[in-house]
Structures are given as structure tokens and as C-alpha cells.
């Protein structure tokens, strides 16, 4: 006969539960700040991608392709995440893409290491990156599924608004330090804002193995409904009502039934599933072009362009917090009714930005924030309403359909914005080229040469230098710090890199010719006039119609939340069921 005994198992006490769900509420908000650290890093360095000869079209179908990956990532790894430890899943995800985010930056390093020619040069870079970024876009999506299962977990569903709300700051907090981060490292160049963001998320994967655990019942304590009924004071019916409840939702089926019931087959769930689509063109459209568009069409420096964008993010968080109380204090976490407010402030702020054409920084700064703070609303609330609606056995696959439709929302956002806007602006580059080609022609006075043999020998390099150099004066007389500095001398050799350029155009456009000092200078003096006022030109075309765009997208969620303006956790459904019975029968 034996005579061991089986140890009775550990009795943990609240005061430790509401310690482990704080814990696991912070830990993964700040490891999703790190996933957005190395997510939006190359939005900062897309300028200078431009510069090195990466096109928009390119840099666009970048994001576009990652984005997809990344939505496909995060429902496949939703259905996967239901089921595994968030601990491993979410670190191993964070490294993975930190490094992805190492490899870009040292992009061009490795093209100088396999001796890739100066004409190629840029491709190879571009191929590099595309690569690397098309990877990251997959381990991306492991990291929003098990945020999401552990807060379905270890937070009952009357809290879900709230809580969700709370850790959705993570997405403002993430984009608004990186870009905040990255306006400053970007001085340096552009392959540092890869590179930065990396390491301070490798240590945040190390943090997130040590602060994150399962779920509540497999840590020793109670399922969350029977600890938040216990924890409210309510009746033992109710306590017990809540044991049942966890017990049918935690009842073994299937992966594939349990997707069919709670997602495939619920309608509600696929009408969030397309207001994401909007919400996310309208979000992803600002968020990934706001430093470019803001430069280009607003004429706002790239440190002025980040800042808005920063501003944007962080009163997006001031409305996912008061989304979540909206849902759960207003709308009795009926969340799709806090989404149609939201929609419908989105929808004025994005009219407001379309048809005010200024370039002001203050302005362009409050109508971005105004839109920001109305539509990380929704974004916010979209997951968590999914989540709720499905139940906590399917609420990461729920919750990662609606993000999979978000994130093809970059198939326009990404290779199609910027397929419109190098399309819209061809012809005025063109005529730009023609005004650029007849003033360098004019300002020479070379005999034999006029300005069809230079727009035939190409004025793209010269007008490339001349936007550089114009852009790095703007940065040089801006700059009030010490000269002497770090970024001081960095913004001085970019200025003096920019005019070796320009001078090597202008002498590549008369190669055999002996220009004077003087001519020379005549002709920059001639060609900018022209290079300015054509980009000026530009700019009014393409980006309006991105702007006009955003307001379709804000009025089709708004339609779409309409839809189900009721729609509710199956708790809540069936606790307001059992409350008109116990009414009816306290009537009869």
C-alpha cells in the first residue's frame, strides 16, 4: 500500500487575483507598446527610403503586403492562441520582430557587403527591407491574440469595456512614443529608426516572459466571473449562476465548432468584421503617410510632420479611454452604440481636414488629434465587442476575424494610396520637369543647347538634388540648437551633401561644358523657382483625393454601426433575460 498522499491543492486569495489581473493587464499593454515599436518604425524612415530612390509605389506595396500578412497573422494566430500559454507566444513574437526590424536597418550594409553597383543599388535595398518587412508582418500577429485572450480571462465581461479600453492606450502610447522616438533618431538617418526601436524590444520581449501567465484557473484560482461576483458582493445565486455560466463556456469542443457557433455564424460579427475594414482605411491612411503628406501637401518640416502624428496617436488615447466608459457606464456594454458616437465626430473631423487647406502646424496638429481621438474609439471597441459576442473559448479567433478585415484595409491604404497619389501627380511632374528643363536652358545660355536637349538627357537626379537641398536649408535655418552639436553637424553635412548632388547634376546635364561659379549658380537659382512652385503644384492633387477618401470610409462604419446598434455579450443577454422574468413573474 502507498503511502504517499496527494497534496491538496493551494488556495490563492483574492488579494493575489486582483494583483496577477493587474499584472497581466500592464505587462501586456507594455509589450504591445513594444510590438508597435518595431511595427511603425518605417514610417519615420520612408522619407529618407525616398531619397535613396525607393518610390511610394514601392514603399506603398511594402505596407500593403505586410498589413495583409499581418490581418491573415492575426486570425490564424487568434484560433492558435486560444489554445497555447500567452507567455511563450506573445515574447517569442516580440523578438522575432524586433529582429526582422534589425535586418532592415542594416539593409543597406548588406548591399555594400555583396558589392551590389550604385544603379541597382536602391532595388537591392528596397528588395532587403520588402523581404524582412513581409516577415515581420507575420509574427506582427502574435502579438494583439494573446492580449486578447488573456483579457477575456482574467476580466469578467462587465468589464470589458473598460479594461479593453484601458489596454488599448498600448496602440496610441506604441505609435505616439515610436514617432516621438523616431523624429529625433531620424536625424541620424534612416536605417536608426529600425535599428533603435529593435533593442529597447528585445529587452521588452525578456520582460514580457517574466510578467505573463495563463489563464486564471491553471494559476490555482477561481474563473473570473465567480471571483468578480464574489468580489462585488453579490448573492450566492448570483456566485452560482457565474460557476455554471464559466463551466458551459469552458465546456470541451472542438476548435472547428466552437468557430463555427461563436464566429462563422454570427452575423454580428461580420458586420464588425467590415466596419474594421473603414475604420482602419481612415486610421492606417493618417497613421502610415501622415509625415509625408503633411510635408508635401501641408508644406510642415518631418520633425513638425512627427510631432502631429504623435499628437494624433496620444488623443486617440484619451478616446479609447472614454470609449470604454461610454460602453460600460452609458450603453450598458453595448459597445457598438459608443462606436456610431464616435463614427459620426470622425466623419466631421475628417470633412474638416479635407476642405481646410492650410499649413498651419497648430491647425493641421488639432483637426489630426480630433480624428484621432475619435476613431481609436471604434478601433478599440470593435476587438472587444467581437471578443464579448463570441465568448471567451473563441474570443481571440472573434476578435482576430475583425482584425484580419482591418488590416486588408492596407491593400488601399498602402499600395493604393500610393498608386493615386504617383498617378494623380504624373502629369504635373511631368510639366514641372518641362518648366525645370526650360529654366536650367534659359539660365545657361549655352549655344546648341535648349531645353529639349536637357529634358532629353533627364532632369530627374537635378530635380531630386534641388528638392534636397531645399528641404535641408528649411531643416539648417529651423534648427535653433547648437551648431556644434551632434545633430547640428548632421544637419549641416546633409546640407552640404545635398549641394555636392545638385552641383553634380548640373554639371551631368553639361558634361563637356565649362560652366562659371556664376552660371552655375544661375541655373540652381533658375531651376529651384521652378522645382518649388511644381512641387507646390503637386501637391494639391494627389493628397485631396486621400482626404476625400477618409471621409467615405468614416460614413460607411458610421452606416455599419448602426446596423447593430444593440448587439451585446451572450452574459448580458441572458442576465437581462432572467431580470424580465424574475420582473413578469414578480407581476403575476
Known amino acids: 500500500m502507498s503511502n504517499t498522499t496527494t497534496a491538496a491543492p493551494k488556495v490563492r486569495s483574492d488579494k493575489e487575483y486582483e494583483y496577477w489581473r493587474w499584472r497581466i493587464l500592464i505587462g501586456t499593454m507594455i509589450g504591445y507598446i513594444f510590438f508597435y515599436f518595431v511595427r511603425k518604425s518605417i514610417t519615420m524612415a520612408m522619407p529618407g527610403l525616398e531619397e535613396i530612390g525607393i518610390t511610394k509605389t514601392t514603399l506603398g506595396l511594402f505596407l500593403t503586403i505586410h498589413g495583409v500578412l499581418y490581418g491573415v497573422a492575426r486570425f490564424v494566430n487568434g484560433v492558435w492562441s486560444d489554445r497555447v500559454n500567452p507567455r511563450y507566444f506573445m515574447s517569442i513574437g516580440l523578438f522575432l520582430a524586433a529582429m526582422t526590424n534589425v535586418f532592415c536597418g542594416f539593409s543597406s550594409d548588406i548591399a555594400t557587403a555583396i558589392g551590389v553597383s550604385s544603379e541597382s543599388r536602391a532595388n537591392v535595398i528596397a528588395w532587403i527591407i520588402g523581404s524582412f518587412w ?7 500577429g502574435m502579438g494583439f491574440p494573446p492580449c ?6 482574467w476580466f469578467a465581461p462587465k468589464e470589458h469595456g473598460v479594461k479593453f479600453a484601458t489596454w488599448n492606450i498600448s496602440h496610441s502610447f506604441g505609435a505616439g512614443l515610436v514617432f516621438l522616438l523616431n523624429s529625433f533618431v531620424v536625424a541620424f538617418g534612416w536605417k536608426f529608426c529600425f535599428l533603435v526601436p529593435a533593442c529597447l524590444s528585445i529587452l521588452g520581449a525578456i520582460g514580457l516572459y517574466w510578467a505573463l501567465r495563463d489563464s486564471p484557473e491553471k494559476e490555482g484560482f477561481d474563473p473570473v466571473e465567480v471571483y468578480y461576483a464574489r468580489k462585488h458582493g453579490q448573492q450566492e445565486e448570483a456566485i452560482d449562476a457565474a460557476k455554471a455560466a464559466a463551466s458551459v463556456d469552458e465546456e470541451k469542443t472542438s476548435w472547428w465548432a466552437d468557430l463555427c457557433k461563436n464566429v462563422f455564424s454570427n452575423w454580428a460579427v461580420w458586420v464588425l468584421c467590415f466596419a474594421n475594414f473603414f475604420v482602419y482605411i481612415v486610421r492606417f ?10 510635408s508635401q501637401s501641408k508644406g510642415l518640416d518631418l520633425q513638425s510632420a512627427g510631432w502631429a502624428t504623435a499628437c494624433y496617436e496620444v488623443f486617440g488615447a484619451f478616446g479609447i479611454i472614454l470609449s470604454g466608459v461610454l460602453m460600460d457606464k452609458v450603453f450598458k456594454g453595448r459597445g457598438a452604440k459608443a462606436c456610431f458616437v464616435y463614427m459620426l465626430g470622425c466623419l466631421i473631423a475628417s470633412i474638416l481636414f479635407w476642405k481646410l487647406d492650410s499649413g498651419s502646424l497648430v491647425l493641421n496638429i488639432l483637426i489630426m488629434s480630433v480624428i484621432g481621438f475619435f476613431i481609436y474609439g471604434p478601433q478599440c471597441l470593435i ?18 476575424l475583425t482584425g484580419l478585415f482591418g488590416y486588408l484595409a492596407t491593400i488601399v491604404t498602402g499600395f493604393g494610396v500610393g498608386l493615386i497619389v504617383d498617378s494623380a501627380t504624373a502629369p504635373f511632374k511631368e510639366a514641372r520637369d518641362d518648366m525645370v528643363a526650360t529654366a ?25 538634388a534641388l528638392e534636397g537641398v531645399c528641404d535641408s536649408q528649411r531643416s539648417y535655418e529651423n534648427f535653433s540648437g547648437d551648431r556644434e552639436s551632434y545633430k547640428g553637424q548632421k544637419i549641416t553635412e546633409k546640407l552640404q551633401k545635398n549641394q555636392v548632388k545638385l552641383t553634380n547634376a548640373i554639371n551631368g546635364l553639361f558634361e563637356g561644358v565649362e560652366l562659371t561659379d556664376a552660371q552655375r549658380q544661375k541655373i540652381q537659382d533658375a531651376a529651384m523657382i521652378e522645382a518649388v512652385e511644381g512641387r507646390a503644384n503637386i501637391s494639391k492633387e494627389g493628397w485631396p483625393l486621400i482626404f476625400g477618401m477618409l471621409v467615405i470610409s468614416s460614413f460607411a462604419a458610421l452606416i455599419l454601426f448602426a446596423l447593430i446598434f444593440n448587439a451585446a455579450s451572450p452574459e448580458l443577454r441572458r442576465e437581462e433575460q432572467e431580470r424580465k422574468e424574475r420582473e413578469a413573474a414578480q407581476k403575476a
Open 148 to 153: 486578447a485572450k488573456s483579457l477575456m480571462h
Open 285 to 294: 491612411s493618417i497613421l502610415d503617410w501622415a509625415p509625408t503628406f503633411l
Open 440 to 464: 536650367v536652358a534659359g539660365a545657361a545660355e549655352v549655344p546648341g543647347v535648349d531645353a529639349e536637349n536637357i529634358r532629353n538627357l533627364g532632369v530627374a537626379d537635378l530635380v531630386k
Open 134 to 140: 513581409i516577415i515581420n508582418g507575420w509574427v506582427q
Open 383 to 400: 476587438g472587444c465587442v467581437a471578443s464579448t459576442i463570441a465568448t471567451k473559448k473563441s474570443g481571440a479567433a472573434s476578435s482576430g
